[in-house]
């Protein structure tokens, strides 16, 4: 065994010493979030990886279910949608696992300094999974007005937006795994484009229901779909923040222009 | 430090013992001879006290004579043997052998036993004692400088290797990574054969070293190069191997993931309970995903992966099936497609034929109505059967049949079967060719075909009043610098005011029976081919169509195709 990993980490030495980029193998010691904190004990790093792992399945199911709205909404698949919609009720019931995993550990082991920045951003950023969950049944829903009218045609910038922010969302629970700050900045600062989006879709849905009497009913779905949208990208900023926090403890909350 | 501590004290024991002994056996030497003198002495005394010499024995005072230099002998008569005493032997005598001598006493009885002479020697140490102990003295210190001058010089030399041997190791480290051979600076002292030891020594390791990195970059080639994504993760949930497909087909970054845990890699939920059934002891799962938008179709395998060691971990392949599943849906669309456009003219036939039968044969006009529509459909399914025909063999690249003609000549037919419902629909029709005629090296029924098929495509889809233009020109072969040089091409377009379509179905327009909007066929009387056709041929003629178009605006062909038959 003792050969093996030194095999390993030769390898991986020599992958990251030629600055080869083909190499995907480079050396990371495990996992930058369950790094050990001194004195902390063997129950509270068991119950730690334990809800973080939970945290990152939740996260993963959260992805899967914007792609699949996402794909719903281009597609008009009701199928799809309804599917979506049904996966909320397993999100919810995870949050509150999470959370109350999340409380027994605060009021078992009374964690302090980092260890406590774990445990709050990880309740933080399960909070903010459930709501992106919501807000992706929401979009789903939509997709059941939007069949009634197939002729209206669902304005391309769109879906140009859903997937910014389906990107805003992988990015910053990237940035959560890697502990990775300027990807969580990078995450902050495209938020601007998405209400930029969001307000030139509204501004097309607008010109739509003006042409057309017929289309105020699916516009108006357009509409709190592009705004469902837009409150996705608030929360994937609220988890980069979260991740900035946990790593350096500042709070950047309603101040992004100083936080740099 | 501590075998030289060990060391001085053995030689101190060593020293110490050697130099008691030595100084105990000279000394019982020198008191053998001094017994010897001793009784050598007391036989003179005795001789002078016999010799009366002395006067009475009885009256002599104790006296000193001095015999050799260094001892000094002083005898006594004593009458009474228990009362003998030494207190008349004089004070330079005592106290010399209390300085640096000892005493000897040795009695001898005279001839008159009454009296007996005792004689008391002080015997200074001897020379050869003292010579001993500043002997030893001296080679102990010598011993101590020397060995001080050792250390110091043995010191000095390690220093001087060190030092010498300080950039070597660097030396070596900066190289072996670079991959070279590694060479030390020549020196002549003793350090000169280390460094060749240590050359040969580094050769092997570098060649080694090398040989295992060349098997590592081919594996990490292969695995890279593979379109398969493959991951491999341990018992523990952590991730070995992610290769570059991997991350592409899964849309991951490609961050280091080595050694971390899955779930932060990969948060796929179909992917991770795979893994977890998996290793819960199932052996082998296969699944079909869809992931983004638009989907790509992606089928993942988990199977038990056997370690060396430990509990197995799980080896996940996933391959791209978009390409399958588009080409999937295209069949099914054919068949679909080909089977609706057949059966449409069939039942029209097939109504007026049951017309006729009940009754509709005996009113002369009406019947030959319903005959002339059979007639019609027939020929429309002739049509289309003919073109699936023509179809399969473009697409197959049948026998073509290459001669030189006339592009301006050949192209006046085509115009002819167009021009009809152009009139009819009131749309102008413009060509444009050249004057001078323009001959073309290639098949001129392919040629006319795709003519044709591009006219009747472009009136079919004008509305009335618009205009279809077509220009027919040659294109020199334009050889620009630093490009290569083009063959002369014969340029084909055809253009139309008329729907148009959107840029999506612009991709699929040459695909069989593919038609923009689905009930545009019944009142065009299109079978749906034309386009399928033109590209096959236009293919195996070694040119190329391209199709441009705006929704509502119009669409515009292009076809080209070379002038002199490509060498083959």
Redesign the interface.
Known sequence: MSQNSFSEKLQVSVGSSNGNGASSLNWLPTSGFLQESQGMSLHLKQDLEEAYHRLLELSGKVEDMISKAIRSLASRDTVLANEVIAQDAVVDKVEVRIEEECLKMLALHQPVAADLRRVTTMMKINNDLEHIADLTCNVAERVNDLVQSPAFPIPELLTQMAEEATSMVRESLNAFVNLDIDRAYSVIKSDDNVDQLNVEVIGQLHALMNENENWIPPAVSCFSASRSLEQIADHAVNVAEDVIYMVNGVIVRHRHGQAE | MKRILVLSLCWLAVSVFAGVFGARYIHSIDTQKAELQIERDAVTLKQIVASGDWGNPLDIDPKWKTIESDLEVAAILVQNPSQSSGTAIPQTAWSLAASNGRRLIHSVPLENQAQLLQVTKVIADSVLLRGWWFAWLGLNVAAIILAVLGVRAVRKESLHYKLQLQPWVEITETQV?AGTETLLPKTSDATGSVATAMQRVGKYVNRAFLE??AA?ARG??VL?NLREGVLAVDAEG?VL????SF?KLLNL?????????M????????I?SMVKTVMQGQKTLEQDI??????TYLTVTASSLPM???KPGVLVTVRDETMVKRVELIRREFVANASHELKTPLAAIRAYAESLQLGAIDNRETALAFVNNIITQSDRLNNLVQGMLQLSRAEVGGALNYQEFDAIEALKPCLGGSEALASQKGIKLVVETPDAPLILESDKDSFQTIASNLFSNATRYTDEGGTVFVRLFERASDAKEGEASTEPQVILEVEDTGVGMKQEDLERVFERFFRVQRDRSADTGGTGLGLSMVKHLVQALDGSVVATSELGEGSKFVVSLPVKRKAS
């Open positions: 990574h295992q990195k590592n990490e080639l890279g952590r191997l992610a290769n570059l991350c970054h490609q961050e280091p993931s080595l050694l971390r845990p779930l932060e890699v990969v948060r796929i939920p179909a991770s869809e992931l983004g938008n638009p989907p060396r060691k430990g």
